[in-house]
């Protein structure tokens, strides 16, 4: 009677750890994560990658060509937000453990560490 949104809320986090494997799992089986990859990075460079926009719409379309309602959209949706990716762009980099866009973005950072090991020799 008081406040039911506090118990909502941890039951509905409590709801989204429950699912998250499976969502996960069903995603992996879609090629969901390399579709997303695909737009954000793709194996063709001839493409024009598609820059975030800080939003999920991408994996929202990609979502709903694969045949899923809104209601499981928003399901996927929270699951993305439980694993701490706020956008498209972080999806890649949190949920997906392997794209293409964390190697080039792992691959950037080691060519940086690189680059100071050099500046740091030829410094007395
Ligand atoms: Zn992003």
Redesign the pocket.
Known sequence: MSDPPIDDQYDHEQFVSDIAPNVLGVLKKTRFFDLLDDRFCPADHSQEPVK?G?SFDVSKGILADSGMDEEDIQDVIDVFHSQGAC????VLYNVAKESRLRARYWKARYVEVESQKEYRRTDP
Do not use: K, M, T
Request: proline share 0%; aromatic share 0%; hydrophobic share 0%.
């Open positions: 975030c800080h956008c498209d762009c972080e």
